[in-house]
């Protein structure tokens, strides 16, 4: 079985309602086979990628600075970039399909790159006002979504 990558995107300071829903989205992640791909830091991206461990998945951040020690505990494989913000076409572009969470400047721009990249993207509970983008409010079906819409289309940019 080929191996996916799904990135989740999201505020690096999230309320703790959203943070529940990218640890389930994290969990899923790992229960469908897939790695899951993130900015490293906190937030979102710290929850999900714990619910991916709990899940006996695997995580990549993909840092903004050069200190591999900054990513959260549950950073499987790291990549210190030193890029800053520009790090977030490397998350976007290493994923077959994106979950975005709601965010500010940081997670609109990866939105705006995986839309360019032609990555499929889902909003959970976010970013309604964007329509090329698939809406849900449940974690699975963000996943399932995330997971077929990867695998109907072939990376681009």
């Known amino acids: 079985m080929e191996q996916k990558a799904i990135a989740v995107i999201g505020s690096a300071e999230a309320r703790a309602e959203v943070c529940d829903?990218?640890?389930?989205?994290?969990?899923?992640?790992?229960?469908?086979?897939?790695?899951?791909v993130c900015g490293g830091r906190g937030g979102v991206m710290e929850?999900?990628?714990r619910?991916?461990?709990?899940?006996?998945?695997h995580t990549l951040g993909i840092l903004p600075g050069y200190n591999p020690e900054d990513a959260n505990p549950y950073i499987e494989f790291v990549v210190a970039t030193g890029m800053g913000q520009a790090r977030n076409v490397i998350v976007v572009a290493s994923a077959g399909a994106v979950i975005a969470f709601e965010g500010e400047g940081g997670t609109l721009s990866e939105i705006g790159l995986a839309i360019k990249?032609?990555?499929?993207?889902?909003?959970?509970?976010a970013?309604?006002?964007?329509?090329r983008i698939d809406h849900t409010d449940d974690p699975e079906t963000a996943v399932r979504l995330a997971v077929e819409r990867a695998a109907q289309s072939p990376p681009s940019g």
Request: aromatic residues 4%.
């Open 117 to 125: 990249l032609g990555r499929p993207v889902v909003a959970l509970r």
């Open 21 to 36: 829903l990218a640890y389930a989205v994290g969990r899923e992640i790992a229960r469908q086979g897939a790695t899951l």
């Open 47 to 49: 929850a999900a990628a």
């Open 51 to 57: 619910g991916a461990r709990a899940g006996s998945g």
């Open 127 to 131: 970013w309604h006002e964007i329509s």
